[in-house]
């Protein structure tokens, strides 16, 4: 059974930067489409970012574009977001999930499995 565990969230002033991490176990990251999401109090969860299975081709929310980056260790079976010059208007609870073989969609419903999620808050 494939389990996703974020980690790397906090509590941040603007501008500032962060690193989630987001650790697969039970498959091997290398074949999995990896999305990350995130739902901010009182709305509904929206894409942030994703990589297709062999992390070659990447999307970005508009929103995100130029300040975060997603990449992957195989050799760790771990995915991770960078993201610098934080705002505000990222505070939400940011999530992983995996589709097997994808291709990376912007959308919820390909993916299998989904993380718990990691809080991150940024102060002004």
């Known amino acids: 059974q494939v389990q996703l565990v974020e980690s790397g969230g906090g509590s941040v002033q603007t501008g500032a930067s962060l690193r989630l991490s987001c650790a697969l176990s039970g498959g091997f990251v290398g074949t999995y489409a990896m999305g990350w999401f995130r739902q901010a109090p009182g709305k509904g969860r929206e894409f942030v970012a994703a990589?297709?299975?062999?992390?070659?081709?990447?999307g970005y929310a508009d929103s995100i574009k130029g300040r975060f980056t997603t990449s992957r260790d195989n050799a760790k079976n771990t995915v991770y977001l960078q993201m610098n010059s934080l705002k505000p208007e990222d505070t939400a609870v940011y999530y992983c999930?995996?589709?097997?073989w994808g291709t990376g969609e912007m959308t919820m419903s390909p993916y299998d499995y989904w993380g718990q999620g990691t809080q991150v808050t940024v102060s002004s």
């Open positions: 990589a297709d299975w062999n992390g070659r081709n990447t």
């Open positions: 999930a995996a589709d097997l």
